[in-house]
């Protein structure tokens, strides 16, 4: 009997043999250069692996499609420019093992679907397009072009364009991108969900409202001059390694360092250089003055405690404030305060979980210094107040006047490479009427002005049968989205659906009634056409938009560059009836990139800009104190504190990565960072929380939680006792993403609250 499709997208309960040891208190060092050097050994051509770690995030060489931290503008490290995980992400990619029509002969579906996360992926390097018909149980091959057929066929069957999603993930080039979403717009729809939905949406959302842009405001070489960085809601160590070398210069030039988050994490603690032999010996540096054990969705409580005592020292003594800043630059000052006056400090305080001790020790740092960089990450951006919790970091950084100047602003930290990017060079289901003005005025068809559906709408839509074709642009969408079960239902319900990818993920395995798989080129291997080794772009997290070019030959003669496919579906959909030559853009980037820099705003010259070693930096109104907002100021806002209480019995849960995974893809099954080895069905809990439920360690619960009057259960997992605050407990997702109500987002941006949900946990 065939699985179903919700049998297929639930990772399999069973457990390996755990291994659980005290956390460390250093991180990288040692430990990270034989793990990063292990997996490249193991996965890797030795060869490629050595090419690799020379040119990756090196100017002329390739961009890492792990995270988006920025390289430096300056000199980089002739040693390698990247960290462990990057190493990971293209051990991973750049596999020395192929998959292609024999692999799918000799493997069902079905079979496949039997497999975890992390067996799925280290089956290896797709090599070819597979198609799988109507009721089949196997892949089988098929070539580019009846593959670009069926997908036109069915886009060209369906009754309108609107039912149709186009996803896409955050490594997409911004020459694939715009390429994307301008056949998207041409073939007459704006849904385009993507990454962003399910990440940063909250950031850009309450961002664009205070500030005028919803990007970050600072540079690397604001991090360097900072006096005080706040990390809040963040794991460097793990999903951003690079970013501890910046935080080690910040200490270097005296700055402090404020770690705000449930878990205590080690990268934050203390990091070793491993490119520093001095540093190796000596035990590295140590990183955070203060760490802030804040209870889960106790942001808002936090700022507003600080903002009260603020408020109190600036109307006690005065000179606290920026008054100066506040006059010129901004607006809703008398409204916030009003309203701030109407919250008590011990209530918002007893709220946040911090003790009067450690907030007395971060409130210093804040009150005597005014170059405040404030960082984040999906910590704050999963709840259901998500927006509230961005809008009130602002209005601190407002009162100190850290905004527009050196060593001072926002910084929300990306996951993916190219996320930011794809999302200014029009990758949005709510893009501005401006953009699509010069879309009509460039291309000569009028864009849909409608807003398509985002992540959570594609998927409502693909249930309730009014999505009937989903393509997805990288990524593996059905574990990176929450209500699992729900989410896989709606792809089931789908006649066809497509996913373009290096390697084999679970998405893969959960099919509308038709599937195709697009085996892509990595972002470390040459992509020949005729005008000759093609080079692309993508932007980083603080708005610098560099070169990528790749130096590895393809794996297969069977793969094409995300830009060729889309150009091959483009032109196969749309035919005569297109007024673009969709395959010139194919044959030389530089076209793409002429057209990007008529279309999108501070691209002018971009072709020319690109050949900057180090590429060139996109205009940022907040960076030079310049407010694009409703206002023309930045905003003062009022932001209530969370209502929601937890019921006897329940906790609060937040999904999180282990160090061996970056996003959806699981590099291995060790967690190190949190002493962690060889299982990933766990769950982190206070130890008291264990104690009053006569829970032991390595005891084996289900979790449930209930939503709007639904029960969502997770089955197998064990208890891991963990310093993390009463009443609250973190597992990994995705395989706790079946817990994460498909209606529980955050308001004005629908980024799911994956890291705010109400459980129950019992003993099997």
């Given at each position: ?514 599937a195709l798989i697009f085996p892509c080129l990595g972002r470390a291997e040459k992509d020949y056409q005729k005008s000759g080794v093609q080079t692309q772009s993508v932007e980083n ?149 264990m104690k009053l439920r006569s829970f032991k360690e390595h005891q084996v619960v289900n979790i449930k939680s209930k939503y709007n009057g639904v029960i969502r259960e997770a089955n ?49």
């Open positions: 009997m065939s699985k179903s499709p919700i049998e297929k997208a639930l990772t399999p309960e069973k457990f390996e043999n755990i291994k659980t040891k005290t956390p460390p208190t250093n991180s990288v060092g040692f430990g990270a250069l034989k793990a990063a050097l292990g997996h490249a050994n193991k996965y890797m051509k030795p060869l490629d692996a050595l090419k690799v770690s020379l040119k990756m995030n090196q100017k002329g060489g390739f961009d890492c499609p792990g995270c988006a931290w920025p390289d430096p503008d300056d000199d980089r490290s002739a040693i390698g420019e990247y960290c462990e995980n990057g190493l990971k992400a293209m051990a991973e990619e750049m596999q020395n093992k192929l998959i292609n029509r024999e692999f799918f002969a000799q493997n069902a579906v079905d079979d496949l679907a039997s497999l975890s996360d992390f067996e799925i992926g280290k089956s290896g390097r797709l090599a070819e397009p597979m198609y799988l018909p109507k009721g089949a149980s196997h892949y089988q091959p098929i070539s580019w072009d009846d593959a670009f057929n069926k997908v036109a066929e069915h886009l060209n069957d369906i009754d309108n364009p609107d039912e149709a999603a186009f996803y896409s993930s955050g490594r997409t080039t911004n020459e694939a991108a715009f390429l994307y979403q301008l056949f998207v717009r041409e073939y007459g729809t704006s849904n385009l969900p993507d990454c962003s939905n399910m990440c940063h949406e909250a950031s850009g959302s309450a961002l664009s409202e205070t500030l005028g842009i919803g990007k970050g405001s600072v540079t690397l070489d604001d991090l360097y001059k900072a006096e005080v960085v706040m990390v809040i809601g963040q794991n460097p160590a793990t999903n951003h390694p690079r970013m501890l070398s910046a935080l080690e210069k910040t200490k270097k030039n005296g700055g402090k360092i404020i770690a705000v988050n449930p878990l205590p994490e080690a990268g934050l603690i203390k990091f070793t250089d491993p490119q520093n032999p001095i540093k190796m010996l000596t035990g590295g540096t140590k990183l955070s003055d203060v760490f802030v054990p804040i209870t889960i969705n106790g942001d808002v409580a936090f700022f507003k405690a600080l903002l009260l005592k603020l408020l109190e020292k600036e109307e006690a003594q005065g000179g606290v404030f920026d008054k100066a800043f506040i006059n010129e630059y901004t607006s809703g000052y008398d409204a916030f305060v009003s309203d701030l006056k109407t919250y008590n400090f011990e209530t918002c305080l007893e709220a946040s979980g911090v003790t009067i001790k450690t907030f007395n020790e971060a409130f210093d740092l804040i009150l005597n210094n005014d170059k405040i960089i404030i960082c984040w990450a999906m910590g704050l951006t999963q709840h259901e107040n998500a927006v509230d919790n961005i809008r009130e970091l602002v209005n601190l950084l407002l009162l100190k006047g850290s905004i527009g100047k050196e060593g001072a602003g926002t910084c929300p930290v990306r996951g993916h490479s190219n996320v930011q990017g794809d999302r200014t060079v029009g990758i949005w289901e709510a893009a501005p009427q401006a953009f699509l003005d010069k879309i009509e005025a460039k291309y000569g068809f009028k864009p849909s002005v409608k807003h398509g559906y985002s992540v959570i709408e594609s998927i409502k839509a693909m249930y309730e049968g009014k999505v009937k074709v989903f393509f997805g642009m990288g990524g593996n969408f059905i574990s990176a989205v929450p209500d699992t079960k729900y989410s896989a239902q709606a792809l089931a319900n789908c006649s066809l659906t497509v996913h373009v990818s290096t390697k084999l993920n679970r998405s893969h395995l959960v099919t509308g009634q038709e997290s603080m708005g610098i938009v560099s070169s990528t070019k790749g130096i590895l030959e393809p794996c297969s003669d069977d793969l094409l560059s995300e830009v060729s496919v889309v150009c091959g579906i483009a032109h196969a959909t749309l035919k005569d009836r297109s007024k673009i030559n969709w395959l010139a853009y194919k044959d030389d980037y530089n076209l793409v990139r002429d057209d990007i820099a008529e279309v999108v705003s501070g691209f002018e010259d971009y072709n020319k800009k690109l050949k900057q070693p180090s590429g060139f930096y996109l205009p940022n109104g907040a960076r030079v104190r310049s407010f694009k907002t409703k206002t023309g100021k930045a905003n003062f806002t009022s932001n209530k504190l969370p209502e929601w209480k937890l019921k006897d019995g329940e906790l609060v849960m937040m999904t999180i990565r282990s160090h061996d995974q970056f996003n959806t893809t699981i590099y291995g099954l060790n967690d190190r960072y949190r002493g962690v080895y060889n299982e990933r069905r766990i769950v982190f809990m206070n130890r008291e929380d197998q997992f064990k208890v891991v006792g963990y310093d993390i605050p009463k009443n609250c407990c973190a597992t990994y997702f995705p395989e706790t993403n079946v817990l994460v109500p498909l209606d529980s987002f955050a308001h004005t941006a629908k980024t799911p609250a994956s890291k705010s949900v109400r459980v129950t946990i019992t003993k099997v």
